[in-house]
T-cell receptor, first 110, second 114 residues
Framework: AQRVTQPEKLLSVFKGAPVELKCNYS??????LFWYVQYSRQRLQLLLR??SRESIKGFTADLNKGETSFHLKKPFAQEEDSAMYYC????????????FGAGTRLFVKA | GAGVSQSPSNKVTEKGKDVELRCDPI?????LYWYRQSLGQGLEFLIY????????KSGLPSDRFSAERTGGSVSTLTIQRTQQEDSAVYLC????????????FGAGTRLSVL
């Protein structure tokens, strides 16, 4: 069964510290993985997707098929990174239904 | 339109009443999704429409929930005989080829059942 697990509900770091938001998934085929972000009083929006292999706002995420993980990382957190982050998985079975994790709230302290 | 539009933005209702939530997707987007966002529960998939295909209703929590999409555009999510546990933010998203998997979200409808 498709499943996305984000083990941390809340992650608090100091400004300038490295941050890693964990995401593990379960999927029998070849999934596409995403990170979505929701800033305070803003809409949920795409942050990055694994096939793009790019850095967005200093964040990167590498798909590790062996560990079935797609952790989101940033070497130096900024206060404006404080937001709710959702890891998501989409596959081509059953259409393009996307499964979201429970989300991790990141709080970057000054 | 500029983005996915949802109405109303807030809805307060009494337990047992029916409610209708509306979603206007981005023009031309063929896929439309409904999610429920509850505190501590993340995003719960409800239903997915893709073009003229039969919708994927596998996420609807009970038969009190239903959704339709008329003319391949606007969608309405209906909750009958609302219960307090239905209180949540209901999000709509749409997508379209070639990036079918990238979803664009509306601002949501916050439903409060008293």
């Amino acid at each position: 069964a498709q499943r996305v697990t984000q083990p941390e509900k809340l992650l608090s770091v100091f400004k300038g510290a490295p941050v890693e938001l964990k995401c593990n998934y379960s999927y029998s085929g070849s999934p596409e993985l995403f990170w979505y972000v929701q800033y305070s009083r803003q809409r949920l929006q795409l942050l990055l997707r694994h096939i793009s292999r790019e850095s967005i706002k200093g964040f990167t995420a590498d798909l590790n098929k062996g560990e079935t993980s797609f952790h989101l990382k940033k070497p130096f957190a900024q206060e404006e990174d404080s937001a709710m982050y959702y890891c998501a998985l989409s596959g081509n079975t059953g259409g393009f239904k996307t499964i979201f994790g429970a989300g991790t709230r990141l709080f970057v302290k000054a | 339109g500029a983005g996915v539009s949802q109405s109303p933005s807030n809805k307060v209702t009494e337990k047992g009443k029916d409610v209708e939530l509306r979603c206007d997707p981005i023009s031309g987007h063929t896929a439309l999704y409904w999610y429920r966002q509850s505190l501590g529960q993340g995003l719960e998939f409800l239903i997915y429409f893709q073009g003229n295909s039969a919708p994927d209703k596998s996420g609807l929590p009970s038969d009190r929930f239903s959704a339709e999409r008329t003319g391949g555009s606007v969608s309405t999510l209906t909750i009958q005989r609302t219960q307090q546990e239905d209180s949540a933010v209901y999000l709509c998203a749409s997508s379209s080829p070639p990036n079918q998997n990238i979803q664009y979200f509306g601002a949501g409808t916050r439903l409060s059942v008293l």
